[in-house]
């Protein structure tokens, strides 16, 4: 079955600083991966996904990823942090009948 | 288009009641799947409902079940509640099953806030 790994329960960088929010997969066939963010008290909002089109993937907020098939990753990364990118963020790899949801990395951002 | 809705967003109940929770889908979407988040376990799937039917369960106890109506709506229950059961419920929607060769995005509406005392 797929999985994903996120490296990182939590992550503070500075107002400005670069993200980058790790996430690795284990999976037999071409993944479908996602990125969500959750803010305090809602649900998981879509940031991006990559569904074997382009490889770099670009998302809501300023965030991008990259899929990296040599590597089995598909880092997040945001060039300038805002204090409202502060909040839980997901990985998550579509298996067969389920989603698959890693860990989560908590994103400090600091003024 | 309005979003997932679920209700109630909080809930307390005690051991060995039973709670029902709703999930109204994004108009127009049939598949309905729930989740149980919580600080040690994460996001762990619990079962995926479309046109009423149960695709997929995850390994949670017979106490967990769910049900979807022809309108799409659905519903989770938990019977025998245990202090374990606390937890946020998250219901998420898409026009077709997870594993269709074309899903791409589920939509996740806010959760219901579990308590057991």
């Known amino acids: 079955a797929q999985s994903v790994t996120q490296l990182g329960s939590h992550v503070s960088v500075s107002e400005g600083a670069l993200v980058l929010l790790r996430c690795n997969y284990s999976?037999?066939?071409?993944?479908?991966l996602f990125w969500y963010v959750q803010y305090p008290n809602q649900g998981l909002q879509l940031l991006l996904k990559?569904?074997?089109?382009?490889?770099l993937v670009k998302g809501i907020n300023g965030f991008e990823a990259e899929f990296k098939k040599s590597e089995t990753s598909f880092h997040l990364t945001k060039p300038s942090a805002h204090m409202s990118d502060a909040a839980e963020y997901f990985c998550?790899?579509?298996?067969?009948?389920?989603?698959?949801f890693g860990a989560g990395t908590r994103l400090t951002v600091k003024p | 288009k309005a979003g997932v809705t679920q209700t109630p967003r909080y809930l307390i109940k005690t051991r060995g009641q039973q709670v029902t929770l709703s999930c109204s889908p994004i108009s127009g979407h049939r598949s309905v799947s729930w989740y149980q988040q919580t600080p040690g376990q994460g996001l762990q799937f619990l079962f995926e409902?479309?046109?009423?039917?149960?695709?997929n369960k995850g390994n949670f106890p017979g106490r967990f079940s769910g049900r979807q109506f022809s309108n799409s709506r659905s519903e989770m229950n938990v019977s025998t509640l245990e202090l374990g059961d606390s937890a946020l419920y998250l219901c998420?929607?898409?026009?077709?099953?997870?594993?269709?060769?074309?899903?791409?995005?589920?939509?996740f509406g806010p959760g219901t806030r579990l308590t057991v005392l």
């Open positions: 409902y479309f046109s009423e039917t149960q695709r």
């Open positions: 998420a929607s898409s026009p077709g099953p997870i594993r269709d060769r074309g899903y791409n995005e589920q939509f």
């Open positions: 999976s037999s066939v071409p993944p479908y």
């Open positions: 990559y569904t074997s089109a382009a490889t």
């Open positions: 998550a790899v579509k298996n067969n009948n389920d989603m698959r």
